[in-house]
């Protein structure tokens, strides 16, 4: 009786976490898979069951849904070869010890705590055709013949990019805050015995700090490649037409459907979504699993 009441006692404990895990979590995948097989009218009131249509009717070219794949996967292969890199580059040159070292970390955490909203918004006037600090610097270096008369976010050729911009400024330092502290956790006797060994600041940092904080770099690159294929708000700022601009991203179709009597689209484009980051952090994880001695993983 004691054994099993210790059970009953754990269980107690573990049902409010577990009941706002399936509510939160798991319910809205299963309703999402559900809402996707069926044709809505309105926003509450499912029509006929269409099965896997909507699926197929996603990469028509009404919907457009391919080109907005292809700029998320763009934003995630950005962010894992450029953000991250230069996450990691801080991380080492503040984790090695530098003067004012907490002063840097604080300036390139700094724009993590503002909101996306308002990221969006400063960017918007810095990129701005006319009066942007972009173009008043090109001007005054004579090549403002070389923006586009659009400016940046209206040129398809370069809109993509002046969108991530921002996100670098904004998440470089998340990142960065991240492997620093695995860096701090690096065993100081571990580097004195690489230097004894004749090793340079630089072999240290390859052979022996980045190969211990490996799990903290696959953690990084997992929220980068979901981030990325999940970001909305401050895309949704740059965009004033979220279906016509030629930055579209998943989210923004999603949000753009659900609210126009087309729930069922917007539902798949969401399982969608949780199938690619359950397969990237799936597939980033089997990446980064450890080898045995005869290279097995």
């Known amino acids: 009786m004691h054994r099993r009441h210790k059970h009953l006692t754990i269980f107690l404990f573990l049902l409010p976490a577990l009941v706002l895990f399936v509510g939160i979590l798991v ?22 069951f269409v099965g896997l249509q909507n699926y197929k009717d996603l990469f028509n070219s009404q919907y457009d849904f391919g080109k907005a794949v292809i700029n998320a996967l763009i934003l995630a292969a950005l962010s894992v070869f450029i953000q991250l890199p230069l996450a990691l580059g801080l991380a080492l040159m503040l984790g090695n010890g530098i003067k004012g070292e907490r002063f840097y970390l604080s300036v390139y955490f700094t724009p993590v705590l503002i909101s996306a909203v308002v990221i969006g918004m400063l960017w918007e006037k810095i990129y701005n055709p006319i009066y942007g600090l972009v173009t008043k610097t090109f001007e005054w270096l004579n090549m403002a013949d070389k923006l586009p008369p659009a400016g940046l976010l209206g040129d398809p050729k370069t809109a993509l990019l002046a969108v991530f911009i921002p996100t670098i400024w904004q998440y470089v330092g998340y990142h960065m805050l991240l492997m620093y502290a695995g860096i701090k956790g690096v065993s100081p006797e571990l580097r004195e015995a690489a230097m004894l060994d004749g ?77 690619m980051c359950f397969f990237f952090a799936i597939l980033i994880n089997w990446m980064f699993k450890e080898r045995d001695l005869y290279g097995k993983k």
């Open 199 to 275: 090793a340079t600041r630089g072999q240290v940092n390859r052979y022996v700090v980045i190969p211990t904080i490996k799990p903290i770099i696959k953690v990084s690159i997992i929220f980068a490649i979901t981030g990325s294929l999940k970001s909305y708000d401050l895309i949704k700022v740059f965009a004033k037409d979220a279906y016509n601009c030629s930055y579209k991203v998943p989210s923004l179709l999603l949000v753009r459907y659900a609210f126009h009597n087309a729930g069922g689209i917007a539902s798949a484009i969401a399982v969608i979504m949780i199938i």
């Open 27 to 48: 319910w809205p995948i299963i309703a999402s898979v559900h809402h996707s097989m069926f044709e809505y009218r309105s926003f509450t009131e499912p029509g006929n």
